[in-house]
């Protein structure tokens, strides 16, 4: 499921190493705030960029995401209810994360790309429940621009 858009907003989670962003997508209930917990708590170099609602800007063919004034910081973790975390302002988003049932996990997944406002963006589909999922998520993120993630005109970049 693509994020959707209205104006300047994105529907998803972002979570921000470096100023370097990861996207999660999927419907409610997918478990991207979950996943965005478990990569939190587990990863001291890790921040929310933002959860539920997100913003972005495009500057120099790079799109920043950020959240709202009123979300910064706020995380909904279901069972436990709204908490307030360190954040990312901003973070530059360097891949998108679709959330889908295990079934639909591709076991050997060839390079894809969504554009998200017109910027091609690498794409990988994960389970949100999987134990591996937070650690999946952060390799991903690594690898961009190395052998597993060339552009979209084929060529490796950072």
């Known amino acids: 499921m693509m994020p959707e858009t209205s104006q300047q907003t994105l529907h998803g989670t972002a979570i921000a190493w470096n100023g370097e962003a990861v996207l999660l997508s999927g419907p409610p209930g997918a478990g991207k705030s979950d996943l965005a917990w478990r990569i939190l708590e ?3 170099a890790a921040r929310l960029v933002g959860d539920d609602r ?3 800007q495009l500057e120099e063919g790079a799109l920043w995401l ?7 910081g706020l995380i909904e973790i279901r069972g436990l ?8 302002p901003k973070a530059r988003l360097r891949l998108l994360i679709e959330l ?6 591709p076991r050997l997944p060839l390079p894809a790309f969504r554009e998200v406002e017109s910027v091609p963006v690498p794409l990988l589909r994960l389970h949100a ?4 999922a937070p650690a ?4 991903a993120l690594a690898s961009i621009g190395l052998s597993g993630f060339p552009g979209p005109d084929g060529r490796l970049s950072r």
């Open 42 to 44: 587990n990863d001291p």
């Open 129 to 132: 429940f999987d134990a591996a």
């Open 100 to 105: 889908v049932s295990r079934a639909e996990v």
């Open 54 to 56: 997100l913003e972005w």
């Open 136 to 139: 999946k998520v952060a390799l």
């Open 81 to 88: 209810g709204i908490l307030t975390l360190p954040h990312a």
């Open 66 to 72: 950020s959240a709202p004034g009123t979300l910064a």
